[in-house]
């Protein structure tokens, strides 16, 4: 029995590997050129206007918008987060980094969350091939790509949601 839970637990680690890559792979789809992202999607243009706006007011040493920009009701830690991991590219004049580094942020918080939904698992279950599919089922599930593959802010909810459960239950495990 224990071989086959091994196994089982492979596969699903396996596949959960090789969505990552596919993901990945994806990203990069349309991510040449700023005029091109109008043929991926209208929300990846718009929000790269907005974030190219923030990289010049930090090119010019404002710091405000990086602080307090909420465009499209996204919150100040989602353009935070993309501004400034995106800024040493824009300052450096790659393009593509600039338009595709967003699109592996979300893949990133997205699997992180994978990760935070595989121990609130092991919260609940010492065995290892439910954990291993749980993770496995929210990684299959369509709307998971859909987040990972877009510069909006799913991926990163999906992740602050999963980590806050995860350490509410740890919490309330240790108060017992």
Not at 156 to 170: K, N
């Amino acid at each position: 029995m224990k071989l086959l839970d091994r196994t089982f637990s492979f596969f699903c680690a396996t596949i959960i590997l090789i969505s990552f890559a596919i993901l990945s792979n994806q990203n990069l789809i349309l991510s040449d050129d700023f005029n091109l992202l109008i043929l991926r999607e209208v929300d990846d243009y718009a929000f790269q206007i907005v974030l190219r706006n923030i990289h010049s007011d930090l090119e010019n040493f404002k710091f405000v918008k990086l602080i307090t920009s909420s465009n499209y009701g996204y919150g100040a830690i989602f353009w935070f987060i993309n501004s400034l991991t995106t800024f040493p590219f824009y300052l450096a004049g790659f393009d593509n980094v600039v338009i595709a580094l967003p699109r592996y942020i979300s893949q990133i918080f997205g699997f992180l969350a994978v990760f935070f939904v595989y121990k609130i698992s092991t919260q609940f279950t010492s065995k290892k091939i439910i954990s291993y599919s749980v993770a496995t089922i929210l990684v299959l599930q369509p709307i998971f790509a859909y987040a990972c593959l877009r510069f909006h802010s799913h991926s990163q909810v999906l992740f602050f949601s999963t980590a806050s459960f995860y350490f509410l239950v740890l919490s309330s495990q240790q108060e017992n």
